[in-house]
T-cell receptor
C-alpha cells in the first residue's frame, strides 16, 4: 500500500558533520512537509512544499538547515553543520490537494548528533 | 500567540475502561482540528479531522468533539485496549490551511 518512506531511519553523527535526510512522498501527493519532534517541544513544522515549490520554511534555522524537492518523488532536508541540539526525530509527511485532507507521515529519521 | 494545550500530559488506565483527552486552543482564524495517534517509534496517524461546523466525529472506538465557541476539543476512547497505548496529539490548522499548530500530546498507557 502507498506510504511515505524516509531514509535513513537512524543516523548518528558527530557535531559539525553534514546530515542529509530523504523523503519519498506518496505518489501523486503534491504537498510535502518536514517536521521535527523532540520530547521538550513536541512536533514542530520546519518547512513545506507544494508542487515542489517551497511555501514556508519559517520554522527552519536558515543558517544551517536547507530543504529542497529536486523532483516530485524526492524531498531532502540537509543540516550543515550539525549540532547536538539538532538531535531529534525528523518526520516527512505528504498530502494530496487540499490541506484539509489527511497528512500521511513517514516513519521518521532519528538523528543523534554527538 | 497561536497555541494548543493538551491535558492531561499522561494518563494510565485499565484495559476496558473509557477515557477522555482534552485539547484547548487559541488558534485564530480556525480552519480545522485533527487528532493524531502516534505509536512509539512511528509517525503520527490521523484519527479524525473536524471543521468549524462539525461538533463530533467518530472513528471506531474514538470519538472527537469540537466546541468552536469555547475553542475546546476532546477525544473519547471507549473500551480501551492495550493497543491504544500511544501518544495522542491535537493539531489545529489556521484558515490559510497551511500552518499547523501542534499540541505536545497526551501519553496514554493502557494496562491489563
Amino acid at each position: 500500500d502507498a506510504r511515505v518512506t524516509q531514509t535513513p531511519r537512524h543516523k548518528v553523527t558527530e557535531m559539525g558533520q553534514e546530515v542529509t535526510m530523504r523523503c519519498q512522498p506518496i505518489l501523486g501527493h503534491n504537498t510535502v512537509f518536514w517536521y521535527r519532534q523532540t520530547m521538550m517541544q513536541g512536533l514542530e513544522l520546519l518547512a513545506y512544499f507544494r508542487n515542489r515549490a517551497p511555501l514556508d520554511d519559517s520554522g527552519m534555522p536558515k543558517d544551517r538547515f536547507s530543504a529542497e524537492m529536486p523532483d516530485a518523488t524526492l524531498a531532502t532536508l540537509k543540516i550543515q553543520p550539525s549540532e547536538p541540539r539538532d538531535s531529534a526525530v525528523y518526520f516527512c509527511a505528504s498530502v494530496s490537494g487540499s490541506s484539509y485532507n489527511e497528512q500521511f507521515f513517514g516513519p521518521g529519521t532519528r538523528l543523534t548528533v554527538l | 500567540k497561536n497555541q494548543v494545550e493538551q491535558s492531561p500530559q499522561s494518563l494510565i488506565i485499565l484495559e476496558g475502561k473509557n477515557c477522555t483527552l482534552q485539547c484547548n486552543y487559541t488558534v485564530s482564524p480556525f480552519s480545522n482540528l485533527r487528532w493524531y495517534k502516534q505509536d512509539t517509534g512511528r509517525g503520527p496517524v490521523s484519527l479524525t479531522i473536524m471543521t468549524f461546523s462539525e461538533n463530533t466525529k467518530s472513528n471506531g472506538r474514538y470519538t472527537a468533539t469540537l466546541d468552536a465557541d469555547t475553542k475546546q476539543s476532546s477525544l473519547h476512547i471507549t473500551a480501551s485496549q492495550l493497543s491504544d497505548s500511544a501518544s495522542y496529539i491535537c493539531v489545529v490548522s489556521e484558515t490559510a490551511g497551511t500552518a499547523l499548530i501542534f499540541g505536545k500530546g497526551t501519553t496514554l498507557s493502557v494496562s491489563s
